[in-house]
């Protein structure tokens, strides 16, 4: 047990839990639908996570700093139909450069909620929740309520959600997948080394001392909208790949899976602590929990319903579950020890 | 340097350069002259006390310091050379922190990430491995046993100061700033804090220590200044000083520490408590309460003398034992029922428990009893409560333009007298008081001591829990000491003395 307590930590210990969950779902429905173990299920299940969890990555990092960021859903909807309009009028755009238009696009979103954030000082849930209505409405407006179809797109493009990265025994791992995986490695290695990115968790942790030590906090809060913005816009492009016909409705309510997703994941949503690692592990419970239950054709009121009891569940295990955790570990570990006889006594 | 009015020569560290220097600095908010002509000067090796009542520049002083305030006037010279120091990161990299009242540390960092947090210079990569190392040979040169790798949430304040402590440590700073750093740890906790204080010295930090207790300054310091309205009055190296020299500054008048408050005379039984006990908390408490009398709760920070307060109030109610008051047996399981008894709880935090700091002080004072002040349509009569708020305002002299003022626009100690009217407004038989003077200055500890033993003349039966023995001892007509969790004794009248009851709460045999 001593052990245990030095080298492991309660919110490890919580994702690990969260890993269990996940096994266990995937044994439930397997047990309930049959050919759930197929290559199938697993393409569908991950190219739904890859969308989720690149969005999830952002948001970890907006709601490490106390805010929320609501406005993804919209931000996600906005990109992947300019870029889905611009492929369609200009065949000949590289994908580079249509990746860059998307990120792009979403940076600027972002970049407006976040200054509003940590410049204008409105709470974060007051702006997105705005920006959320008000990308929605400028995408209504841009489209003039047309749709992107797959047939004006770009083959290359058609063909990205089938392109393989690595093939392994019977299972094909997308590209797609690949790439929001890689994404989550490169943010949980810099939020655990970059020194920078380790001051998302001081100031969500504490502000008031982030700001006493002199550490831009308004900078710090900007950043996290903007790389929230310019991850869903590259989530918008993938979005455009994975279901090539974009309506004005397109990632329409997407923030309520993101927000599951980190919160299901352990992230604090009073900020300061969670992992991008954690997310992605919410981000594919939801996943699982989406497919399996529409596989199951459980109506897709049920499974919001179902996504807004898990989120509830994940901050009440929060509140009971990790405290019982830290207070166990605390008590036998953080003991203040002074050495005796040194320095004058009083 | 132009010696303020009462300035003495300093002592021997006069010899050493002085490593900080503020000379005639000024600063003014709006219409308050919050600094007028001030002049400092810290030695290495020196722990420099800073006193004087709340509002009277100390604060405004060690923002000017690190960087958090621009002086209007006036200059600060760091080891002989004049400087400008624009912001808390400019202040730390000039070698100045400042270590507050309550540690700012960030509870989801590990021990080692906030000992090192505002380092400016740590490249871009963090070296995890050598992070902690480090952090483990400072907190082993202070003699201090943490692990470095578990999160500052749920270390007690005494290891969070430890914390802040490596904090200054490796910065290198020269000077270090303590406001108030032992208003809440017990006295164990502030020995172990002067040995690292002291440790601190002799590498040749300057250290300005600002503290409300007496006894500390005199005993840790070596060179004493006053501050009273925004003014320098005197610095005095502290061995030519005595605490009640350095109050006199403090208020501008000789003034004994404490008036021992004339007993009352003791009314029927009020109260009866007998085995209390909240499991786990704290057990075997049995104690009386007349009207009229004031029974002081002594102990140790953490003894459990608070826990019997929201017991008696109903917050964290007892698991067993029995409480009865004018004779008849209750079970108190709700602050709601404990008012409706008669019995008042003013709590030991302003902020959290006590007042609702954005509402004005007729809100507040009106809160617990407003039904009193709805009209049959059921609307606030913002008169009535008004005119209460205004009564109370010049019974106990709060310091305000008017009632309509957001109480948290007022200073600590007139805060705690908005709380206390709020809970005398229920009309109490019975009232507990949990630190009700702490962080508030001398003047105003004083009203509020005033105010207690007329409301004990009154016929109200009052619990006074108090960390400031001297207070206590002035204020009670008998003393319970209590030590982790259990009650030792119940000390009356002249048995009383800051030795007896400091023994009890040390838990050592009491000599015949």
């Known amino acids: ?346 | 340097m132009t010696p303020a009015t009462g300035q003495l020569r300093p002592i021997d560290t006069a010899a050493v350069p002085p490593v900080l220097e503020m000379r005639g600095i000024a600063k003014r908010f709006g219409a308050t002259q919050a600094l007028e002509d001030v002049s400092l000067t810290l030695r290495p090796g020196e722990i420099h006390a800073l006193l004087g009542e709340n509002g009277a520049g100390k604060s405004t002083l060690i923002k000017i310091m690190t960087g958090v305030y621009q002086p209007d006037r006036g200059e600060i010279r760091l080891a002989g050379k004049p400087v400008t120091v624009g912001s808390a990161a400019e202040g730390q990299i000039h070698g100045i922190a400042a270590i507050y009242q309550e540690p700012l540390l960030f509870p989801d960092l590990n021990v080692a990430e906030n000992i090192f947090v505002s380092h400016q210079n740590r490249g871009a990569v963090t070296n995890w491995r050598q992070m902690f190392r480090e952090a483990e040979s400072i907190l082993a040169s202070l003699g201090v046993a943490l692990d470095v790798r578990s999160p500052a949430r749920g270390l007690t304040l005494a290891a969070q100061q430890s914390v802040e402590i490596a904090k200054a440590i490796s910065l290198n700073v020269r000077v270090l700033i303590m406001d108030e750093p032992t208003a809440s740890l017990s006295a164990h906790e502030v020995a172990q804090l002067f040995r690292l204080v002291r440790d601190l010295r002799s590498k040749g930090v300057a250290i300005l220590f600002v503290s409300h207790r007496m006894e500390e300054v005199f005993q840790i310091a070596d060179t004493v200044t006053v501050f009273r309205d925004g003014r320098l009055i005197s610095t005095r190296p502290a061995a030519e000083v005595t605490p009640q020299k350095a109050i006199a500054d403090m208020v501008g008048r000789e003034m004994g520490l404490f008036q021992r408050r004339a007993a009352a005379k003791k009314g029927e039984k009020l109260l009866a408590v007998r085995g209390l006990a909240r499991a786990g908390v704290f057990e075997g408490v049995s104690f009386d309460v007349h009207r009229g009398e004031v029974l002081g709760f002594a102990g140790l920070i953490g003894a459990g003398r608070t826990d019997v307060g929201l017991a008696l109030f109903g917050i964290e109610p007892a698991t067993s034992g029995t409480i009865e008051l004018n004779g008849a047996a209750h079970v108190i399981r709700s602050p709601r029922q404990a008012m409706a008894l008669g019995i008042a709880y003013v709590s030991e935090d302003r902020r959290q428990l006590g007042l609702s700091l954005p509402m004005s002080i007729s809100a507040n004072i009106s809160l617990p009893v407003l039904a009193r002040y709805l009209s049959r349509l059921g609307l606030i009569r913002t008169g009535e409560e008004r005119a209460t708020a205004e009564a109370f305002r010049k019974r106990l002299s709060i310091r305000t333009p008017n009632v309509d003022l957001a109480v948290g626009k007022l200073s600590g100690g007139n805060q705690q007298k908005v709380m206390l009217s709020k809970w005398l407004n229920t009309r109490p038989a019975l009232l507990i008081l949990d630190e009700p003077t702490r962080g508030i200055d001398v003047g105003a500890k004083a009203e509020v001591h005033a105010m207690i033993g007329e409301l004990a003349a009154e016929g109200i039966g009052i619990i006074l829990i108090s960390s400031d023995l001297p207070e206590v001892l002035a204020m009670s007509d008998r003393v319970l000491v209590m030590r982790e969790g259990r009650q030792m004794a119940i000390l009356d009248g002249d048995s009383a003395t800051s030795q007896t009851v400091m023994t009890a709460a040390m838990g050592q045999e009491m000599a015949a």
């Not at chain 1, 969260?18 to 197929?38: E, K």
């Not at chain 1, 809060?221 to 409705?249: K, P, Q, Y």
Request: charged content about 10%; aromatic content about 8%; hydrophobic content about 55%.
């Open chain 1, 1 to 346: 047990m001593r052990w245990l307590q030095r080298h492991i930590r309660p919110e490890q210990i919580r994702e690990f839990s969260l890993l269990l969950l996940i096994v266990a779902a995937v044994l439930i429905f397997g047990s309930m639908i049959d050919g759930y173990y197929t290559s199938r299920t697993f393409n569908r299940i991950a190219s739904s996570v890859a969308i989720i969890t690149v969005v999830a990555v952002g948001q970890t990092l907006v709601v490490l700093t106390r805010n929320i960021d609501l406005a993804v859903g919209s931000i996600v909807g906005c990109t992947a139909y300019f870029t889905g309009a611009q492929l369609a009028a200009h065949h000949g755009l590289p994908p580079v450069v249509a990746v860059l238009i998307a990120m792009a696009l979403g940076c600027a979103m972002g970049a407006i909620n976040g200054a509003l954030v940590a410049y204008g000082r409105v709470p974060s849930i007051i702006v997105t929740l705005g920006s959320l209505a008000i990308y929605r409405g400028i995408l209504i407006d841009y489209s003039g309520a047309r749709t992107v179809t797959t047939d004006s797109l770009p083959k290359w493009l058609i063909d990205l959600p089938r392109l393989n990265f690595i093939t392994i025994g019977d299972l094909d791992i997308r590209a797609m997948f690949a790439l929001a995986v890689g994404i989550v490695v490169l943010f949980q290695i810099g939020t655990s080394f970059l020194n920078v990115a380790r001051r998302f968790y001081a100031m969500g942790s504490n502000p008031d001392a982030a700001e006493l030590i002199g550490m831009p906090t308004r900078q710090i809060v900007f950043s996290a909208f903007v790389l929230s913005g310019t991850l869903s816009g590259l989530a918008g492009f993938m979005f455009l790949a994975r279901f090539g016909n974009i309506t004005v409705e397109a990632a329409r309510g997407m923030e309520l899976q993101v927000v599951a997703a980190v919160v299901v994941g352990g992230v604090n949503i009073f900020g300061g602590s969670g992992t991008v690692f954690g997310a992605m592990l919410g981000a594919i419970m939801i996943a699982i929990l989406e497919q399996s239950l529409f596989r199951l054709q459980i109506s897709e009121f049920w499974r919001d319903a179902i996504l807004g009891l898990l989120i509830l569940m994940a901050v009440a295990s929060d509140a009971v579950i990790l405290n019982r955790l830290r207070a166990i570990w605390s008590r036998t570990e953080l003991k203040l020890v002074t050495r005796p006889g040194t320095g004058a006594a009083p």
